[in-house]
């Protein structure tokens, strides 16, 4: 199985930006689809984007325009570059590889979480 391993998480000012990292064990073409999920304090844990094997991304409301979901599949990993940061993007951001369809289907792989905290 695909281990994924995130990274680039932190404390970061209202306003600023971070850009996580998803880097896989093996080839990221195991997924048809995927994806960052994130789960705040008390919350349950929410899709916030995917991206296909073909490159058709998806973002939820809260984060479009704001948020930019990619890969490089050479390098067999998927970025999530968040500008605009907002306190309420504050909570530990996962990632996943599942599979693509009408809307995004989550595999079994999900790396460990990445915090981030936004100060108001």
């Known amino acids: 199985q695909v281990q994924l391993v995130e990274s680039g998480g932190g404390l970061v000012q209202a306003g600023g930006s971070l850009r996580l990292s998803c880097a896989a064990s093996?080839?990221?073409?195991?997924?048809?689809?995927m994806a960052w999920y994130r789960q705040g304090p008390g919350n349950t844990r929410e899709l916030v984007s995917s991206?296909?094997?073909?490159?058709?991304?998806y973002y939820a409301d809260a984060v479009k325009g704001r948020f930019t979901i990619s890969r490089d599949n050479a390098k067999n990993t998927m970025y999530l570059q968040m500008n605009a940061l907002k306190p309420e993007d504050t909570a530990v951001y996962y990632c996943?590889?599942?599979?693509?369809?009408?809307?995004?289907?989550?595999?079994?792989?999900w790396g460990q979480g990445t915090q981030v905290t936004v100060s108001s």
């Open positions: 996943n590889g599942g599979r693509r369809g009408p809307v995004y289907y989550p595999g079994s792989s």
């Open positions: 093996g080839s990221i073409f195991t997924f048809s689809a």
């Open positions: 991206i296909t094997s073909t490159g058709d991304t």
